[in-house]
């Protein structure tokens, strides 16, 4: 079963630009959702998460918004740097992962 | 403070054969999750181990094994090697009670 999914395998955006990467889940008993990225050669790091207490939460350049009703949640990242090209997975409090969205930030 | 380690780093086996993966936590994590991530995919939950006692476990057969040490080190053992087990392998250490989890580099398994 995809607790998690990130429907979009790719995003490309220019520096400087808002980059809005998506995840939708399904099972709502789970409330905490957190983004890892993920360079290649490298395990995923952690980045930012999200309690269900929460519609937002943001630190820095990096901001997560949840949509309960739609099980929804988005991170915005403004502004994009072509240090931010990796690969973003969303993840809930079960350690279900979404496929991954691959980020290009060209400059 | 040291990150979390896994190795080797790459492995070439062969179906049939069994294997085994090794994790070392970073200090003070006593929680280790493997995960396995196949190409294109999201890592996928193995199992997870506390204190050396299996604390939960993904879809995955009884030919995924595992055991965690004292000092929290972990191993991932995969008897009776198929084609499909081809992936990078994970392990992500944690705190008790914490969600946030810290990823080693991975193991990547080739199954011929």
């Known amino acids: 079963d995809q607790q998690v999914k990130q429907n979009s395998p790719s995003l490309s955006v220019q520096e400087g630009r808002i980059s809005i990467l998506n995840c939708d889940y399904t099972?709502?008993?789970?409330?905490?959702f957190l983004w890892y990225k993920k360079y290649p050669a490298e395990g995923p790091t952690f980045l930012i998460s999200?309690?269900?207490?929460?519609d937002k939460n943001e630190d820095g350049r990096f901001t997560v918004f949840l949509n309960k009703s739609a099980k929804h949640l988005s991170l915005h990242i403004v502004p994009s740097q072509p240090g931010d090209s990796a690969v973003y997975f969303c993840?809930?409090?079960?350690?279900?992962f979404g496929a991954g969205t691959r980020l290009t930030v060209k400059p | 403070e040291t990150g979390v380690t896994q190795s080797p780093t790459h492995l070439i086996k062969t179906r049939g054969q069994q294997v085994t993966l090794r994790c070392s936590s970073q200090?003070?994590?006593?929680?280790v999750s493997w995960y396995q991530q196949a190409l294109g995919q999201g890592p996928q939950f193995i199992f997870q181990?506390?204190?050396?006692?299996?604390?939960g476990r993904g879809n995955f057969p009884p030919r995924f094994s595992g055991l965690q040490f004292p000092n929290y080190s972990s191993e991932l053992n995969v008897n009776a090697l198929e084609l499909d087990d081809s992936a990078l392998y994970l392990c992500?250490?944690?705190?008790?009670?914490?969600?946030?989890?810290?990823f080693g580099p991975g193991t990547r398994l080739l199954v011929l």
């Open positions: 992500a250490s944690s705190l008790p009670g914490k969600e946030t989890q810290y």
């Open positions: 099972n709502s008993m789970f409330d905490y």
């Open positions: 999200i309690s269900s207490i929460k």
């Open positions: 993840a809930n409090n079960d350690m279900r």
């Open positions: 200090s003070g994590h006593n929680t």
């Open positions: 181990y506390y204190r050396e006692e299996e604390n």
